[in-house]
T-cell receptor, first 116, second 114 residues
Framework: AQSVTQLGSHVSVSEGALVLLRCNYS??????LFWYVQYPNQGLQLLLK??????LVKGINGFEAEFKKSETSFHLTKPSAHMSDAAEYFC??????????????FGRGTQLTVWP | EAGVVQSPRYKIIEKKQPVAFWCNPI?????LYWYRQNLGQGPELLIR????????DSQLPKDRFSAERLKGVDSTLKIQPAELGDSAVYLC????????????FGPGTRLTVL
């Protein structure tokens, strides 16, 4: 079965600093990977997704992620944090066979705090 | 464009009581998902529908959980009887059928079982 590991349940940065949220996946075949953001009392919103095209994926709100097959990683970055980026971020990988193809496997999430 | 609609947003019940959640997906999305998100965890899939057919329900605890999607549009997820461990946020999502298509999530129903 697929699995996702997000390193660091909490990340704190100052406004204007680099944001780096780490995600590693396990998959027996090339995966499809996603980053979602969740604001308090809201559903998940897609930031970006990797579907085997370019390894560097650009998303909304200035976020991007790089797929590195050799490291089985899909880390999320943003060059300059903004206060509005404070939220919980989830990495997810899609199922790779049969009836699980449409299933997303989520990591435990990383809570991002941005200090003024 | 309207997003995924869920109701109620919050529900508090006592254990052993039944509870039901409703979801209206985005128009034109024939794939519908129910996820459960426990506190401090990522969502976990309970069931996935393609139109009216449940194509992935291996994670649904069938002794107490049931779901239906009549006419391939709205869906209802039911728990009977509820247990303390069922306290969680229940998220509904919808998408087009390809597994690379984006899943759009509703705001969820926060269930508290006392």
């Amino acid at each position: 079965a697929q699995s996702v590991t997000q390193l660091g349940s909490h990340v704190s940065v100052s406004e204007g600093a680099l944001v780096l949220l780490r995600c590693n996946y396990s998959s027996s075949v090339p995966p499809y990977l996603f980053w979602y953001v969740q604001y308090p009392n809201q559903g998940l919103q897609l930031l970006l997704k990797y579907t085997s095209a370019a390894t560097l994926v650009k998303g909304i709100n200035g976020f991007e992620a790089e797929f590195k097959k050799s490291e089985t990683s899909f880390h999320l970055t943003k060059p300059s944090a903004h206060m509005s980026d404070a939220a919980e971020y989830f990495c997810a990988v899609s199922g790779d066979r049969g009836s699980t193809l449409g299933r997303l496997y989520f990591g435990r999430g990383t809570q991002l705090t941005v200090w003024p | 464009e309207a997003g995924v609609v869920q109701s109620p947003r919050y529900k508090i019940i006592e254990k052993k009581q039944p509870v039901a959640f409703w979801c209206n997906p985005i128009s034109g999305h024939n794939t519908l998902y129910w996820y459960r998100q426990n506190l401090g965890q990522g969502p976990e899939l309970l069931i996935r529908y393609e139109n009216e057919e449940a194509v992935d329900d291996s994670q649904l605890p069938k002794d107490r959980f049931s779901a239906e999607r009549l006419k391939g549009v709205d869906s209802t997820l039911k728990i009977q009887p509820a247990e303390l461990g069922d306290s969680a946020v229940y998220l509904c999502a919808s998408s087009f059928p390809r597994h690379t298509d984006t899943q759009y999530f509703g705001p969820g129903t926060r269930l508290t079982v006392l």
